[in-house]
């Protein structure tokens, strides 16, 4: 073989290791958010879309995809059948799952689950049509509600309510529909029911292609048996829907909430947790433009509200290197 040839062949060679070993580095992550209509499908691709951006810029090979699922419970649940590694869920769940609680008590405690950070508040949003002329929750009793689809963290926050109440959906509701995120606001100005519960952030398009399409108005939720579900548990918050938010919304809505957080399994790869982590903190006002959900969102707050659960290995690493925990 001549020369040339050889140092061709080299050089071949060395092409065909490197595209092996770049491939071999290659990691992937998957996150698992809820129905298409509210915020979390949305914030998996903004969490993806800078997470995907920051290969170059951080050294890192990890490809980031988001799946529609059905919500927080089933995600908390798929993360403990080791089908999902990261996936966002309401706080309240996380709680419930990583000790073994209300709608986890069959599943037992997962305690693998791992804190990344927070996002938007999870508003509790009651959608009426205009013509039952209601203006809070109580006004609801005996009516066609859909309460979100059966295994969602939506279904599972309004039983948890309604059993602070000594009810349940069945026998508060003339009936409860159990419609997923993209079919709700559509049945609610075709008339097939009469109102929508929906645990998402501020501005979502279920809400907002309700009140935009159709005669409709979201309600209050505040009364004292409210006010003694947030003083009981820490993880709700009262939540205020400014006037002007939806059309048709003159006045502002006072109702309540819950943050919206990124979880991982405790066997999540240390490297990937710790690039997307950093791909969103090092970004952060990049991240809170994509979209008006994350209008109130601090980094500060994001490190620590809602968190039930250790920190995953990743995210900790990541914090205590910016000085976000000590």
């Given at each position: 073989m001549s020369k040339?040839?050889?140092?061709?062949?080299?050089?071949?060679?060395?092409?065909?290791?490197?595209?092996?070993?770049?491939?071999?580095?290659?990691k992937f992550v998957n996150i698992g958010t809820a129905g298409i209509g509210g915020g979390y499908y949305p914030t998996g691709g903004f969490i993806c879309?800078?997470?995907?951006?920051?290969?170059?810029?951080?050294?890192?090979?990890?490809?980031?995809?988001?799946?529609?699922?059905?919500?927080?419970?089933?995600?908390?649940?798929?993360?403990?059948?080791?089908?999902?590694?990261?996936?966002?869920?309401?706080?309240?769940?996380?709680?419930?799952?990583?000790?073994?609680?209300?709608?986890?008590?069959?599943?037992?405690?997962?305690?693998?689950?791992?804190?990344?950070?927070?996002?938007?508040?999870?508003?509790?949003?009651?959608?009426?049509?205009?013509?039952?002329?209601?203006?809070?929750?109580?006004?609801?009793?005996?009516?066609?509600?859909?309460?979100?689809?059966a295994g969602s963290g939506q279904e599972a926050t309004m039983g948890f309510a309604l059993s602070r109440y000594g009810t349940d959906a069945e026998a508060y509701f003339g009936q409860a529909t159990r419609l997923t995120s993209r079919e709700q606001a559509q049945a609610l100005c075709d008339g097939k029911i009469d109102a929508f519960f929906y645990t998402t952030g501020v501005t979502a398009s279920s809400i907002t292609e309700?009140?935009?399409?159709?005669?409709?108005?979201?309600?209050?939720?505040?009364?004292?048996?409210?006010?003694?579900m947030i003083a009981e548990f820490p993880y709700y918050g009262k939540s205020i829907i400014p006037a002007g938010t939806y059309r048709g919304q003159d006045e502002e809505r006072v109702t309540w909430g819950l943050p919206a957080t990124l979880v991982a399994s405790a066997d999540a790869d240390e490297e990937v947790i710790y690039n997307l982590v950093k791909s969103v903190f090092d970004n952060f006002e990049d991240f809170k433009a994509q979209s008006t959900l994350y209008v109130a969102v601090t980094r500060e707050g994001a490190v620590a509200n809602g968190r039930s659960v250790p920190f995953h290995p990743g995210a900790e690493r990541y914090f205590r290197e910016v000085g976000l925990i000590k």
């Open positions: 040339l040839l050889k140092l061709a062949f080299a050089a071949g060679t060395a092409a065909v290791m490197a595209s092996g070993t770049a491939a071999a580095e290659r879309n800078v997470l995907n951006k920051s290969r170059k810029t951080q050294g890192h090979n990890v490809r980031c995809t988001v799946e529609s699922t059905g919500g927080s419970v089933a995600n908390l649940r798929s993360i403990q059948a080791g089908e999902m590694d990261v996936a966002i869920a309401q706080a309240d769940w996380l709680y419930h799952s990583y000790n073994g609680s209300s709608k986890f008590e069959e599943n037992g405690a997962n305690q693998d689950l791992r804190f990344l950070f927070s996002l938007h508040l999870d508003t509790a949003h009651l959608v009426a049509k205009g013509e039952l002329g209601v203006s809070d929750f109580a006004g609801l009793k005996g009516k066609i509600v859909n309460v979100g689809n309700a009140t935009n399409t159709c005669d409709s108005t979201v309600l209050n939720w505040n009364d004292a048996t409210i006010d003694a």
